[in-house]
């Protein structure tokens, strides 16, 4: 019995480049689908945010003298070509999928729509939502956040390459340690990073629980999902 019903699982784009330096690894896709596949068996529902930065990320591009407006704008587009991949991906393992776009590119995915978005879900199809927001200045964790109660998410499923939410970055510090469990206010308080501050209060406020975790290691999808203790939960 799976412990939740419906999920948004966010992803970020450098996740999809796997062992490159840069673009689409699909191989990593090819992983993806499979993780996500265990769980669309147990009649689990499946909404997808991706992020761009394997392509192009506006605030680095802002940072080098772009016009910040218009490098979102190409972050957007990157979430989508991703969006594209990762539905080849999931197709390719006989996966029912809808890509809905932030940003209106009619011809290659369908535009946002939450009733229509709901029932695809409802429908058994994993829904990719591209585009971010549709906004500037907003980032693709936002539109997670956005996206997973507009459609009545019972959680957030942030899948990153290490196992939890530590004291301090354990790629940098051994002796950090990790939470199994931790509030929104204790993440506050610690200076911790999870999501960027909109992201996270907009999942505070709305009393959506988050679950990072390890998304590269075979199995971990379907235990979270299963209420296994994987990763760290924030919850109030």
């Given at each position: 019995m799976m412990k939740y019903k419906r999920i948004l699982l966010k992803l970020s784009g450098e996740a999809l480049m796997g062992e490159r330096q840069y673009g689409i690894?699909?191989?990593?896709?090819?992983?993806?689908?499979?993780?996500?596949k265990?769980?669309?068996?147990?009649?689990v529902e499946v909404a997808?945010?991706?992020?761009?930065?394997n392509i192009f990320r506006g605030v680095s591009g802002a940072s080098k003298g772009m016009d910040r407006v218009q490098a979102d704008h190409m972050g957007m587009l990157a979430t989508v070509i991703n969006g594209l991949a990762l539905q080849s991906?999931?197709?390719d393992s006989e996966i029912p999928t809808r890509l809905q776009s932030a940003v209106k590119i009619n011809e290659v995915a369908e535009p946002f729509i939450r009733r229509r978005a709901i029932r695809h879900l409802e429908k058994g199809r994993v829904v990719i939502f591209g585009g971010?927001?549709?906004?500037?200045?907003f980032t693709t964790d936002s539109a997670a956040v956005l996206r997973a109660i507009e459609i009545n998410a019972d959680v957030i499923l942030k899948g990153t390459r290490v196992d939890g939410i530590y004291t301090a970055d354990p790629e940098?510090?051994?002796k950090a340690t990790k939470f199994d469990f931790i509030t929104f206010?204790?993440?506050l308080s610690k200076g911790l990073k999870v999501m960027d501050t909109t992201a996270f209060t907009l999942s505070q406020e709305n009393e959506l629980p988050i679950i990072?975790?390890?998304m590269n290691k075979a199995g971990n999808l379907l235990k979270v999902v299963s209420g296994e203790s994987i990763g760290t939960k924030v919850n109030l």
């Open positions: 690894d699909p191989n990593r896709l090819a992983e993806y689908a499979h993780e996500i265990q769980i669309t068996a147990e009649n997808i945010v991706i992020g761009g930065g991906a999931l197709e971010g927001t549709g906004n500037p200045y940098k510090d051994s206010d204790d993440v990072v975790f390890d």
